[in-house]
Each structure stands twice: as structure tokens, then as C-alpha cells.
């Protein structure tokens, strides 16, 4: 999880940088970059948090969650 919440901090830090950039009315292309970047970091963060679970919630036979639940939230990110 630390790795997940490092990128998830990073990606703050990037999105803080968009908003900057919009305010300053920088380069759109620049900005465009940047927002990417912002976008794949979520969404890195994202993949590991539910591999992560997916793992610990399927060893768990007693887990609420379903499979399909499961396959649903992983999906939801791609």
C-alpha cells in the first residue's frame, strides 16, 4: 500500500501543478502532459490498490465481495 499512496501523493502534487498551470494560462500542450501524467498515476495507484485486495478478499473464503464485484471495480478503471 505505501507504493500506491506515494503515487497517489505524487499525483496530487502533479494535479496542483495542472491547476497552477491553467490559472497562470500556460501552454495547453504543456498542460495537456502534465494532466496525462496525473491520469496515469490515478490510475497505476488504482491497479495495485485492487491487486492488493483482490488478493487478500479472495483468501478470505467469510469476504462479502463477489468475484464479479471484484472483476466490476477492476474493470471501472480501465
Known amino acids: 500500500m505505501r507504493s500506491a499512496i506515494n503515487r497517489l501523493k505524487r499525483a496530487q502534487g502533479q494535479l496542483n501543478a495542472v491547476v497552477r498551470m ?7 500542450k504543456a498542460i495537456i502532459t502534465q494532466l496525462s ?3 496515469s498515476a490515478v ?8 491487486a492488493t485486495n483482490l488478493q487478500a478478499c479472495m483468501a478470505k ?5 463477489e468475484v464479479a464485484e471484484l472483476e466490476k471495480m477492476f474493470i471501472s478503471l480501465t
Open 22 to 28: 491553467l490559472e497562470e494560462g500556460q501552454d495547453c
Open 37 to 39: 501524467a496525473v491520469s
Open 43 to 50: 490510475d497505476k495507484a488504482g491497479f495495485s490498490i485492487i
Open 61 to 65: 473464503p467469510d469476504s462479502d465481495l
